[in-house]
């Protein structure tokens, strides 16, 4: 099915089980510590050993020997695989350092070999008997020090660097003027599951069962990377305890799990232990960000400007942490850039909200001290500034970054601004300050106490564009009336399995209860998989497409007109005349599969989620301590498929929001250029304890532009903004303004002596 018109009513929109408040359907699996996780599958195949992936002790340099001798000799050992005995192996298209080092190392904790035995303890217990001799090279690890020397570079959707109308002159003529820099961490996904994977070998033929957010990704790398058919390749992954970005790849785990079980000819399971994980696998980049606003006296933005400098390996990909600017905000003279740094630290890529997080969390704190310059409510200089337009709207990058290689009438035309296909900003505002009791907010910092406590308030939009990509899903329809969905979207926590599984039910007129989803197989259709908050919206209307093929072979099947025939309570329908659908399709049942396929509507409209942020701190007026009292988020995000397990998203990223603006740092060893934090003793995420109340209020709201299901992403919206509105509110508590994250009570207590 291809999506190259807006949607009109459609089956949807009956919104009998879609835009219910539906408990999820595998939650009594999770909570049950019953749903099979990649590292408890000892169902699928027998024998199974046990690999220990051995990480490198150096970030840069080379392995000048491996004395395994002692190892291959201790108890239960089956075999060692390094780079040596591996065979050739190729490199992912879309992982940066090999996933098997040695000789030459690209980064610390990089995988130089895997151990593989008996039980998990003797392949542990024999690791730490190998004896490897390194060369280091010198490497670059700080990324303040690299600044100077990075380049501009594209972002996977948009150029890097952008610029409208004479910011420079804007900006110099400008009565009230910002120019402030920040700085964000380098953060770690620490999700609760770690990376793990088993893997087993049919003569040429390989099965791996591992955690991952996106299937087809991840059989195509594989396959690459070992030099086989991507046919020759199966990869399971039907639940995943979270992911936030670092499972979107083929990892360490998977590839090794492979090795071992071919050279030990027999399965075997790896999981990366915790300590290996922030190091081996990916991270967020830190960011250091510097913000230029000129604005009218009366709060009119007339020039913007926003510089991003992140790091990565060579070859990797950057923190956009300027591109949000190109449509938040009104503003006639604009400038945005996205400079890379060449780093020896360990690979960064994806984490929730890519681009987005960081970003906001810098401009959302720019846009609080210029309203401060200006004696502005924060929410009315945020409204006065809201634009229905895309203020800079660049072109895709271009096959080359070298402007001349453009012809002249091409560098000569304007950019567009084309219009939102809706913008609810302001709704999103008016709406939380409202609830929130803004009004009672005291706009001069350090005033309100309770107690020991100094309380304050603070607000912060949300903003994160709308991805949609194309996914397929195949149906089966029963003798018994029972419908299956099989497609390889995956579940990483975020309810997948539920807003498919009421997608079908809507389509088809049938109970919840008659409809069963299967997902995360490669031999299923290719969905869209689970990643830049595409995922809900896109992997629905694949299933949305797939049921309008079921339901126009269900109708002629039955004599009726495709037009007229209506499904509900099981049965199709066309005038007086109804047939059960379980009659339809008989004791051979009824197969359909599509694909939903998107135009360029996200061409003609841009196409984005918004939302406001409000949060309520309470500082120590002795320790600096900070604890968050209370946060609403409103968002603007199409028509929500299930108010519940979308709310769970929202304050999902609400939460990681917090770590990022009060705890979550990866500590940089600039000697050695590794993190030293690598686990959760170290590197300190939000628990239960410093979470209170959070509240979620979504707009009502459809999106036409967007898919059949009238949806948008909403997974990652709930993290853009909230570090700063959380920044935002200890200013206003405390007077004291921390533009390095995380705002850790070291940064605060030197300046508040005031208050002790």
Same mark, same amino acid.
Do not use: C, H
């Given at each position: 099915m291809k999506f190259d018109t807006p949607a009109t009513t459609n089956p949807i929109d009956q919104l009998k089980v879609v835009g219910q408040p539906v408990d999820r359907i595998d939650g009594r699996l999770k909570t049950t510590g019953t749903a099979p996780y990649a590292y408890d599958r000892f169902d699928v195949v027998a024998n199974q050993a046990y690999g220990y992936v051995v990480g490198s002790a150096i970030a840069k340099g080379r392995i000048v020997s491996m004395d395994l001798s002692a190892a291959k000799a201790a108890p239960g050992v089956i075999t060692i695989v390094t780079a040596q005995n591996a065979g050739k192996l190729g490199k992912g298209s879309l992982n940066v350092a090999r996933l098997l080092g040695g000789p030459d190392i690209q980064h610390y904790h990089q995988a130089i070999a895997v151990v593989v035995a008996e039980t998990f303890e003797q392949a542990r217990a024999a690791a730490a008997l190998m004896r490897v001799e390194y060369a280091r090279s010198k490497g670059t690890y700080d990324l303040a020090a690299s600044k100077d020397k990075s380049v501009a570079a594209d972002s996977f959707n948009a150029p890097g660097a952008t610029s409208i109308g004479n910011f420079t002159g804007a900006l110099a003529s400008a009565p009230v003027q910002l120019d402030a820099t920040y700085s964000t961490a380098h953060e770690s996904h620490s999700m609760m599951e770690p990376h793990a994977s088993v893997a087993a070998w049919d003569g040429d033929r390989l099965t791996v069962w591992t955690s991952n957010q996106m299937i087809a990704w991840t059989v195509g790398d594989l396959a690459k990377t070992l030099g086989i058919a991507k046919e020759k390749v199966r990869v399971m992954s039907p639940y995943v305890g979270g992911g936030f970005g670092a499972k979107l790849f083929l990892r360490s785990d998977a590839l090794m799990a492979a090795l071992a079980a071919r050279a030990a000819r027999r399965p075997v399971k790896v999981a990366l232990q915790r300590a290996l994980i922030p190091n081996n696998t990916v991270h967020r980049s830190a960011t250091i960000q510097r913000v230029r606003i000129g604005a009218t006296r009366d709060g009119q933005i007339t020039a913007i400007g926003h510089e991003s400098w992140s790091g990565n390996l060579q070859g990797g990909g950057l923190e956009a942490g300027a591109i949000q600017t190109r449509a938040l905000y009104a503003g006639a003279n604009r400038m945005t850039s996205n400079r890379l740094a060449l780093l020896d630290l360990p690979e960064a890529n994806a984490m929730r =909200? #890519? +681009?987005?997080?960081? /970003?906001?969390?810098?401009? *959302?704190? $720019?846009? %609080?001290?210029? $309203? *401060?310059?200006? /004696?502005? %409510? #924060?929410?009315?200089?945020?409204?006065? +500034? %809201?634009?229905?337009?895309? #203020?800079?709207?660049?072109?895709?990058?271009?096959?080359? +970054? %070298?402007?001349?290689? @453009? @012809? #002249?009438?091409?560098?000569k035309k304007p950019n567009p601004h084309p219009p939102f296909s809706k913008r609810q900003l302001v709704q999103c505002l008016q709406t939380g300050a409202q609830r929130f009791g803004w009004d009672k907010r005291n706009p001069r910092p350090g005033q309100v106490r309770d107690g020991q406590w100094l309380i304050g308030m603070g607000v912060a939009s949300a903003f994160r564009d709308n991805l949609v990509t194309k996914s397929a899903a195949r149906v089966r329809l029963d003798g018994r009336g029972n419908l299956m969905v099989e497609t390889d979207m995956t579940d990483i926590g975020t309810g997948s399995y539920t807003i498919i599984a009421q997608t079908a039910a809507e389509m088809m007129g049938l109970p919840l209860q008659k409809v069963t989803v299967r997902l995360g197989d490669s031999s299923f259709p290719v969905s869209c998989g689970s990643g830049g908050q595409w995922g809900g919206n896109s992997s629905t209307s694949g299933v949305y497409a797939a049921c309008m093929k079921l339901r126009e072979a269900v109708a &002629?099947?039955? !004599?009726? !007109?495709? *037009? *007229?025939?209506?499904?509900?309570? /099981?049965q199709v329908r066309s005038g007086s005349r109804a047939v059960a659908l379980a009659d339809v399709a008989g004791s051979r049942g009824m197969v359909a599969e599509d694909m939903i396929e998107f135009s360029d509507l996200d061409k003609q409209y841009q196409q984005s989620t918004f939302g406001a942020h409000f949060v309520e701190v309470a500082v120590d007026i002795a320790t600096g301590e900070t604890r968050v009292r209370r946060m609403l988020a409103v968002c603007a995000a199409g028509r929500i498929l299930n108010p519940k397990t979308a709310r769970s998203q929202v304050i999902g990223g609400m939460t990681m929001g917090v770590g990022a603006a009060l705890m979550e740092s990866l500590a940089v060893d600039a000697r050695h250029g590794f993190f030293v934090n690598h686990d959760l003793a170290g590197y300190e995420v939000p628990v239960h304890a410093d979470i209170p109340h959070q509240e979620v209020i979504f707009l009502d709201e459809t999106d036409p532009i967007s898919s059949p299901m009238k949806a948008k992403g909403v997974g990652e919206l709930g993290i853009c903004g909230a570090a700063a509105a959380v920044a935002? =509110?200890?200013?206003?508590?405390? !007077?004291? &303004?921390? &533009?390095?994250y995380p705002i850790t009570l070291d940064k605060l207590i030197e300046k508040m002596s005031a208050f002790a």
């Open positions: =909200a #890519p +681009n987005e997080a960081p /970003g906001l969390a810098v401009l *959302e704190i $720019a846009i %609080d001290e210029m $309203a *401060e310059k200006l /004696g502005m %409510d #924060p929410v009315e200089f945020r409204i006065r +500034n %809201d634009t229905q337009v895309v #203020p800079d709207y660049p072109s895709k990058p271009s096959s080359s +970054n %070298d402007p001349q290689s @453009k @012809k #002249p009438e091409e560098q &002629r099947q039955a !004599g009726f !007109g495709v *037009e *007229e025939a209506t499904f509900a309570d /099981g935002n =509110a200890v200013y206003n508590a405390t !007077g004291v &303004r921390v &533009r390095d």
